[in-house]
T-cell receptor, first 118, second 115 residues
Framework: GAVVSQHPSRVICKSGTSVKIECRSLDFQATTMFWYRQFPKQSLMLMATSNEGSKATYEQGVEKDKFLINHASLTLSTLTVTSAHPEDSSFYIC??????????????FGPGTRLTVL | GESVGLHLPTLSVQEGDNSIINCAYSNSASDYFIWYKQESGKGPQFIIDIRSNMDKRQGQRVTVLLNKTVKHLSLQIAATQPGDSAVYFCAENGAGGTSYGKLTFGQGTILTVHP
């Protein structure tokens, strides 16, 4: 099946610093990538959708200047949490969608990145 | 906005029993529904999906039922095993408007299988 990786798997940073999370589709070209955030014991909430070569579209309530998304190639999207604060501590999960396995709508999920802001 | 919800937040079963996890959805225009399994500290793992033009789909030990009349989705797991213990999410794929191609996740059900 299609494989999506994320790096790093976990990161601890100080308040006020910026953190970059990478999402890669390893064996297919991802025309669209999605970024989700998941707080403990809660569901996944979509933050933004990025299409290769164009600006990301953000869901209501998500600050685009705080969560910078870049989708520069068909296999890589990055999420940068700028000036991170403890309330940004969460599990960040990406997914990728492309023409993989014949299912046009299917999203393939990465393993997630645990961000802890001290 | 549209939402997908679950009736039961937790479910405990004995090993070997059948499990049924339910989900209610509100967007009648959604065209595709998926069940995911998420283990602690990991990303969602695809279990089974069903398109809106189907009522039932079976996989290995799992069956998904879709009742569009009452906007209800269920996941049945046969002969539940301890390794099935996880959080299960349903998700619906938006078919139009601003939700097109986006997944909306339900709140999740914690399944605990006792040996």
């Amino acid at each position: 099946g299609a494989v999506v990786s994320q790096h790093p798997s976990r990161v601890i940073c100080k308040s006020g610093t910026s953190v970059k999370i990478e999402c890669r589709s390893l064996d297919f070209q991802a025309t669209t990538m999605f970024w989700y955030r998941q707080f403990p014991k809660q569901s996944l909430m979509l933050m933004a959708t990025s299409n290769e070569g164009s600006k990301a579209t953000y869901e209501q309530g998500v600050e685009k200047d705080k969560f910078l998304i870049n989708h520069a190639s068909l296999t890589l999207s990055t999420l940068t949490v700028t000036s991170a604060h403890p309330e940004d501590s969460s599990f960040y999960i990406c997914s990728a969608r492309g023409i993989a396995g014949g299912k046009i709508n299917e999203q393939f999920f990465g393993p997630g990145t645990r961000l802890t802001v001290l | 906005g549209e939402s997908v919800g679950l009736h039961l937040p937790t479910l405990s079963v004995q090993e070997g029993d059948n499990s049924i996890i339910n989900c209610a959805y509100s967007n009648s225009a959604s065209d595709y529904f998926i069940w995911y399994k998420q283990e602690s500290g990991k990303g969602p793992q695809f279990i089974i999906d069903i398109r809106s033009n189907m009522d039932k789909r079976q996989g290995q030990r799992v069956t998904v039922l879709l009742n569009k009349t009452v906007k209800h989705l269920s996941l049945q797991i046969a002969a539940t095993q301890p390794g099935d213990s996880a959080v299960y999410f349903c998700a619906e794929n938006g078919a139009g408007g601003t939700s097109y191609g986006k997944l909306t996740f339900g709140q999740g059900t914690i399944l605990t299988v006792h040996p």
